[in-house]
Structures are given as C-alpha cells and as structure tokens.
C-alpha cells in the first residue's frame, strides 16, 4: 500500500512539473523570440518567411485581445497578474489530469509572456503575421500562441471528455 501511494504522489506531483515546465518553456521561447526580433526588424519593417504567407512585422501593441483598447498596456498587465493567479489556482484545485496540466501549462506561459511584455514595455511584441495579400490574420507573438493552443485544447475538452482520459493514459504507461 506504501508502494502505490508513493507512485500516485509521484504521478501527482510530475503534473505540476509538467505544468510549470511547459509554461517556463512558452515564456522563455516567447521572450527569446521577441528579443530576435526586436533586435533584428525595425517597428512596422517586413520580413517574408515564407512569401506572402507567412511575415515578421514588428508590431508594437499597447492594447490587448487582437490590439482592441489602446494604451491600456500597463491595466492588462495588472489584470494578468489576477489571470495568473486564478490558472495556478484552478490547477491546483482541477485534479491530476496531464491533459488539463498541459492545457494550463500553455496558458500560464502565455499570460506570464505577454505579461512580462506589458509590465516591462508598455506594449506587447507581435510580430507574426499571417496572410495573402491584403487579407491578413491579426499579428500575434508566442505568447498568444501558447494561449490559443491552450483554447483549443479546453474546447476539445468540453466536447470530447475522452480526450484527457486517453491523454492521462499515455502518461501513467510512461
């Protein structure tokens, strides 16, 4: 009986590993990428990557959600820090689901990346910009990536619960 609950509290506290890790990892990419770029492509200057497709534009973003409420950086940021707290908390109330530590790993790196941004800048670093032509995505950055695959992953969830059961399943067989 010792045996089983050491390997559940192991299994229990590699999720937080998980969770934090993932999230060190979308912040630190995120940062990195945005110092290139800051470094390497003047504000409003173009760098094809893959034609048209695919763009560097740096783009200096004072707002939040798709660069709606401008010169609201520094508001954001502190509502962030409530945004933060409220997913290290919910991942700690939410069970032991890899799946879901995966999920809330990608959006704490997220919100702590744009953060940094926000509280250190006064403006978020976009710079990916996707499109043809005229007909353009909103410029976005690593952060909102990580944010976005995290949405993406909590829809999947809530319209297929199996999801995280077959997820969890791979990580216990590990």
Known sequence: MVDGTAARMTRAGAH???FLGLAA??????????????????????????????RLVYHQNSGALFGLFHDQAILFGLISIVVIAIIVGYHGR????????LALGFLLGGAIGNMIDR?????VVDFVDLG????????????????????????GLAILPGIARWVDRIGDDR
């Open 25 to 54: 990892v979308v912040v630190v990419l995120d940062q990195l990428s945005k110092a290139w770029l800051v470094a390497n492509v003047g504000p409003g200057d173009i760098q094809p990557v893959l034609g048209d497709w695919i």
């Open 94 to 101: 939410s069970g032991r689901s890899l799946y879901l530590s």
């Open 132 to 155: 043809i032509g005229n007909l353009r995505f909103y410029t976005f950055n690593l952060a909102d990536s990580g944010i976005s695959a995290a949405i993406v992953m909590l829809v």
């Open 16 to 18: 937080w590993g998980v």
């Open 119 to 123: 509280l250190r800048l006064g403006y």
